[in-house]
Nanobody, 121 residues
Framework: QMQLVESGGGSVQAGGSLRLTCVASQYFYSVGWFRQAPGKARDRVAVTDPFTTDYADSVKGRFTISQDRAKYTVYLQMNNLKPEDTGTYYC???????????????????WGQGTQVTVSS
């Protein structure tokens, strides 16, 4: 059973930056970040696997996902943060191939406990 532990959330003003870190307890094939604002659905922000990296349109050019597979660690560098980026950010991972979407992660993936990001205007 993979364990994922996030860190790095906090409160910043609009235009600021934060870096989230997620450390896994074992190998992952694909890894990424979702976020959830109060009363809203959990949406995918960024994902990476050995072949591709993908971002939600709303964060392209501002967020960067990177990883250190030797350390089972993934990062999310968030720059030029906006109030609409506020939410709980969840690290997610899969240990095999397949679609990296909410349904598949809920069914056969792993989640971290979440870290809060608050961006004030």
């Amino acid at each position: 059973q993979m364990q994922l532990v996030e860190s790095g959330g906090g409160s910043v003003q609009a235009g600021g930056s934060l870096r989230l870190t997620c450390v896994a307890s074992q190998y992952f094939y694909s890894v990424g970040w979702f976020r959830q604002a109060p009363g809203k659905a959990r949406d995918r922000v960024a994902v990476t696997d050995p072949f591709t990296t993908d971002y939600a349109d709303s964060v392209k050019g501002r967020f960067t996902i990177s990883q250190d597979r030797a350390k089972y660690t993934v990062y999310l560098q968030m720059n030029n943060l906006k109030p609409e980026d506020t939410g709980t950010y969840y690290c997610a991972a899969r240990d095999s191939g397949g679609a990296f979407d909410l349904q598949n992660i809920m069914h056969s993936g792993y989640w971290g406990q979440g870290t809060q990001v608050t961006v004030s205007s």
